[in-house]
């Protein structure tokens, strides 16, 4: 990420984003397990300049789009925000079994098992829709790369996708290659 906008309007750069990520993401050890860092990015989302920052960000990202997909769940708040900033519109990436049917759905392998994405079949068309996806997180990448399927298999033109932290150790950036991928912060 190179720049971002002021909620006024002022460009700042990557480095004020980072900045803002760092005062605000509160870290906590040993969560959901021993041994893991837990980013929680609850606060910078309920801080007023660090959701202006953030949507900021990724509206520049998302520029261009018809359509943003937010991820079930962090993804909405972000993907409603941006899309708002755009004026353009937000579909919701669900969990499997959240919609009424009929439904197209993914579903993709955890380090744990399964779990399946959807999106509405009918009400939406998506064929010829630039799409940019949005969400939290990017670890291992299969959460982003289901939803990148699901979206193509629809019609949707995937140009890109835009995270607030990449935890890049965990190769989810490989997995959903060539996807253009760009994060706030990298940890």
Not at 46 to 74: F, K, P, Q, S, W
Not at 177 to 182: I, N
Request: proline share 6%.
């Amino acid at each position: 990420m190179t720049s971002a906008s002021e909620p006024d309007g002022r460009r700042q750069g990557a480095s004020a984003v980072a900045d803002v990520l760092k005062a605000l993401i509160r870290e906590v050890p040993d969560f959901p397990e021993p041994g893991i860092q837990f980013k929680d990015l609850t606060p910078v989302l309920a801080d007023r300049h660090g959701l202006a920052v953030i949507t900021a960000a990724m509206a520049e990202i998302a520029e261009g789009a018809d359509l943003v997909a937010g991820i079930d769940a962090r993804g909405f708040l972000l993907g409603g925000a941006v899309a708002h900033r755009l004026g353009i519109g937000v579909l919701a990436v669900r969990k499997g079994g959240k919609l009424p049917p009929p439904v197209h759905s993914e579903t993709y392998t955890l380090e744990y098992g399964t779990a399946t994405l959807e999106i509405p079949a009918d009400g939406i068309d998506l064929a010829g829709r630039r799409v940019v996806i949005i969400d939290d997180v990017l670890a291992t990448g299969g959460t982003l790369a289901a939803a990148r399927s699901l979206l193509a298999a629809s019609g949707a033109e995937v140009p890109a996708a835009a995270v607030v932290l990449e935890l890049p150790g965990l190769g989810g950036r490989e997995k959903v290659a060539p996807l253009q991928v760009t994060s706030l912060q990298t940890v």
